[in-house]
């Protein structure tokens, strides 16, 4: 157990639907990542958040969008979904924004896209 | 744009065998280096990890070696044993400028008992 909780552990929505994901970094860690792992894919950055404010950005498309609350807990609010976006969604957390430290990640949420 | 290479896709080792999985960087910047194995539907975690001012570095049964001339870095794995079976991500980050954290595609290791 990394630390990281992720909720709901599983999703299942429509086309066109808006869901939002949750993660709860490590206690003590100010810095939470998001990942999106498609079927027998890598691993794609998302979004950094780090204390509260976006830090880095990568291949997020425009329909999503993250924010980290002051409690240090983040969301990810998917919308306007579409069959391509059912995928493993990871939230990672470390304790310094740098990235080179190590991230631990929470068990994942597994979306489903019907 | 910047992005990590890593090879093979597949890999089948008998066990007691050894494995060894390479990564190549392109961002001469890059400082940090971490591996990470990932066992059918659960979490990336990590394994080892190594900075750039270390050529080489052992854990046991695993260790990873850097070559920053060639901006290569590998995973050597001896005396593979059936639970060491899961997908291993390398990974290449630096920080300087924009932050970035890029994994290699991954490599899907068999051990065959």
């Known amino acids: 157990d990394s630390g990281v909780t992720q909720t709901p552990k599983h999703l299942i929505t429509a086309t066109g639907q808006r869901v939002t994901l949750r993660c709860s970094p490590r206690s003590g860690d100010l810095s939470v990542y998001w990942y999106q792992q498609s079927l027998d894919q890598g691993l794609q950055f998302l979004i950094q958040y780090y204390n509260g404010e976006e830090r880095a950005k990568g291949n997020i498309l425009e329909r999503f969008s993250a924010q980290q609350f002051p409690d240090l807990h983040s969301e990810l609010n998917l919308s306007s979904l579409e069959l391509g976006d059912s995928a493993l969604y990871f939230c990672a957390s470390s304790v310094v924004p740098g990235f080179t430290d190590t991230q631990y990640f929470g068990p994942g949420t597994r979306l489903t896209v019907l | 744009g910047e992005n990590v290479e890593q090879h093979p896709s597949t890999l089948s080792v008998q066990e007691g065998d050894s494995a060894v999985i390479k990564c190549t960087y392109s961002?001469?910047?890059?400082?940090?280096f971490p591996w990470y194995k990932q066992e059918l539907g659960k979490r990336p975690q990590l394994i080892i990890d190594i900075r750039s001012n270390v050529g080489e570095k052992k854990d046991q049964r695993i260790a990873v070696t850097l070559n920053k001339t060639a901006k290569h870095f590998s995973l050597h794995i001896t005396e593979t044993q059936p639970e060491d079976s899961a997908v291993y991500f390398c990974?290449?980050?630096?920080?300087?400028?924009?932050?970035?954290?890029?994994f290699g595609t991954g490599t899907r290791l068999k051990v065959l008992a």
């Open positions: 990974a290449a980050s630096k920080s300087s400028g924009t932050y970035k954290y890029i």
């Open positions: 961002d001469s910047a890059s400082n940090y």
